[in-house]
């Protein structure tokens, strides 16, 4: 079966997973963190690719980015995919890739899901028990919108303005809605659409992005068509 392409358009909100081969980790101490962060941060600005939130998690990568142009993502993270791996690999005595297959990316209407994207990723470190708290974890983007250091990687959306007038009034509302999101059970309709590959949003959005792309990328429902000869129901 072919493979389907990846999702990308220019100026749309992507959340993007990069995950370790056979779940193994990605990273074995803070310093591979450190090297990782910084080898991409280059790339990202040299493609043209905003990076609005991040996790650096044990076996997995989460970023949710704008591209200024579709083709820059697929080279961002070929870039950064290839100068990590050599690296790590140099660093722990190993060889072969790290990465289980190619990335994977859905495309978020960012009118309605940039803020619940941003506090998904950002609580993925608690959630995941890296740490006690969304602020206590060093490689994400959560202590950047709370205020408590300035993260060179991250490129605020416009949309994240419309929290507050002033830097203060972004990271107070910020803080509170990250400490409701980490109470909450986790929103895995973002995990389930990078999975597969789709648009998530509104049906005016998903019309619009799938025109683009040209190819239907929505979930179909399981089992045969109705009314076809072989459709089965399930009894209530």
């Not at 790590?88 to 190619?102: A, F, Q």
């Not at 941003?118 to 609580?123: A, K, R, Y």
């Not at 250091?149 to 509302?173: C, I, K």
Request: aromatic share 6%.
């Amino acid at each position: 079966m072919a493979r389907r392409p990846r999702l990308a358009v220019a100026g749309e909100l992507h959340h993007v997973l990069l995950r370790g081969h056979n779940g193994q980790a990605v990273f074995a101490d803070d310093a591979d963190r450190t090297t990782f962060a910084e080898l991409l941060r280059e790339p990202a600005a040299r493609q043209g690719v905003a990076i609005h939130a991040y996790a650096l998690l044990a076996a997995e990568i989460h970023l949710l980015v704008t591209p200024a142009r579709a083709e820059a993502l697929g080279r961002l993270v070929q870039s950064i995919g290839r100068r990590y791996v050599a690296l790590y690999n140099r660093r722990h005595g190993r060889s072969g890739t790290l990465w289980d297959g190619r990335f994977r990316s859905s495309i978020l209407d960012s009118k309605t899901l940039l803020l619940p994207a941003m506090l998904h990723i950002e609580t993925m470190p608690a959630r995941s028990g890296l740490a006690a708290a969304v602020q206590d974890w060093h490689w994400s983007s959560a202590a950047h919108h709370m205020g408590l250091r300035r993260d060179p990687l991250v490129t605020d959306h416009a949309l994240y303005w419309q929290l507050g007038n002033t830097p203060f009034e972004r990271e107070r509302a910020h803080t509170v809605a990250l400490s409701e999101a980490q109470q909450k059970p986790p929103e895995v309709r973002f995990d389930q659409a990078v999975a597969k590959a789709l648009l998530l949003g509104p049906p005016e959005f998903v019309q619009i992005v799938t025109k683009v792309l040209g190819r239907p990328m929505v979930a179909r429902p399981r089992g045969r068509p109705l009314g076809s000869p072989h459709h089965k129901t399930v009894p209530n």
